[in-house]
């Protein structure tokens, strides 16, 4: 509920503080005295359009702050919690505008933006007036309140688990055939990729070895040279075996001589021996190996130039041929597969959409039966409001399944026909001015029980209405009271006389004029009822009327 408002230099208002308690709080004043400030000053804290015509003359910038208590909202403290902002219970909502009418909006001392803020805004306060009304004047909030009217909660809960299965399963329906789809536009292209694959079956690791021989084959005439000089170096004479063989044999006939002293030498020509017949056993196997053939030069190059043709057709590595042609066989195969899975989503998307239009079919006959409810006791409140032509009525429009939706398959919306010569129409486009604050009015009531909205603000809910008229309007005022907090602009004595607490609104000094707000203590209570009565001049008899109101609470309601 709204705590407090402050107001620092908007209009003719330099600097008002007000508290406001629980119940229904009256705001009076003669015409002209600044009420209607003071509910632009709280359209301002809740996000509605700022403008620099607001400023008061001569000042920078004016400012408004709202202080709500939010405990046991959630919604609100879910909001606050989803942008990152503090929640201690309370709530402090603050706009400041420039003299050039650009606004900056504060939640608790954070900067945030007007959208926001009127986010919020709207989720705390409704204003109901003569010129615009919030809240129930969105006709995408009307299914809201037929639903907390009728008690569809759970019912709503199975309609939008049955509804978020149903597009899950209609996203892989559609998934599976645009994938499909794909594929049998590359169907020509998979099978001939698949079988050009098949037949030059690549092989991993295959283009680094058939480099290798491909340079192998590339040199055989210099190799071949290499190995043949190789040899003539080491046959040059006797030949290194037998210049070693020899050096070996006069070591070993020395060696006995020599007390050990050739035994490393010894050791080291017997190793240089067997290396040697190694080297040579190695060359003479490589010289064999060593093939001068053009025909397999060319067979390699052929190989490894197609594998590497095929592999920038298809923008990947030669490494990576075999892994491709085992995904464009099985994308291949999955045609057949995904044409049966395609079979099978289909049949489960159709057993989801029937069990979704069960659920909200029952969920659309929930809503009617509670809309005839709605309808009746809305009617029934029109006569003692002054609207004995007006009827209600809750418009159904069924939706194609296109426009399905977690809330169901119909739009929901408020009308009214305010007499028999019109048609019936949305409730701003049929209603004048008093009658859209009355009918409002009526509608509250009704739902008064199921509104989560905790704020509800009526500016002149009484216009062009009085005595027993007015009386019915203060008691369900009244009664509206009883389950959120109420303010109430009025003219009416009847409607006053119902406050739990009373403002008071008027103009002070001369040369510059401010607008002052008064709480009214029981006294002057009864003098500013007796002024609503009586006008300037104020009787005793308007006085004891002023009384007589105040403790029959505006007796005359039906």
Known sequence: MLRSLSIRNVVLIERLDLGFERGLSVLTGETGSGKSILLDALGLAIGTRADSDLVSQGADQSSVSAEFDIS?????????????????????????????????????????????????????????????????????????FVDGFGGHAKINAKVRGAYKKLREIQDQLVARRLELEQARRDEAFLTHATDELA??????????????????????EQLVEAVREATDELNKGDGVDAAIRGALQKIERASDKAMGRFDSAKA?????????????????????????????????????????????????????????????????????????????LEKETAAMRDDYRGKAAELTKARKKSAAALKKGVEKEFPHLMLD????????????????????????????????????????????????????????????ESDVVPTIVFDEVDAGIGGAAAAAVGERLARLASSCQVLVVTHSPQVAARGDSHWRISKTGESQINTYVANLEQGDRVEEIARMLAGSKITEEARAAATSLINGKGAGAR
């Open 72 to 144: 046991g909202n959630a919604h609100v403290a879910g909001l606050l919690i989803e942008h990152g902002l503090v929640d201690n219970g309370g709530l402090v909502m603050r706009r400041v505008i420039g003299e050039n009418g650009r606004s900056r909006a504060f939640i608790n001392d954070q900067p945030v933006g007007v959208a926001l803020m009127r986010e919020i805004g709207g989720a705390l306060v409704e204003i109901h007036g003569q010129l615009e009304s919030h809240g129930l004047m969105d006709a995408s909030s009307h299914v809201g």
């Open 199 to 220: 037949q030059l079956a690549p092989e991993l690791g295959e283009e680094e070895t058939l480099s290798q021989d491909r340079s192998l084959l590339m040199h055989g």
């Open 268 to 344: 080291a020509l017997e190793r240089t021996l067997i290396e040697m017949n190694e080297a040579v056993a190695e060359i003479e196997r490589v010289s064999g190996n060593l093939e001068l053939n053009p025909a397999e030069l060319e067979r390699v190059e052929d190989r490894l130039f197609r594998l590497r043709a095929v592999a920038r057709k298809h923008n990947v590595k030669v490494d990576d041929l075999p892994r491709l042609a085992e995904e464009m066989s099985a994308r291949l195969a999955g045609l057949t597969d995904g044409a049966e899975e395609l079979v099978r």
């Open 389 to 448: 032509q007006a009827k209600f009525d809750v418009r159904f429009d069924h939706l194609a399944e296109p426009e399905w939706g977690a809330g169901g398959m119909e739009r929901v919306s408020f009308e009214v026909q305010t007499n028999p010569n019109t048609a019936a129409g949305p409730i701003g486009r049929v209603a004048s001015g008093g009658e859209l604050a009355r009918i409002m009015l009526a509608v509250k009531v009704v739902l008064a």
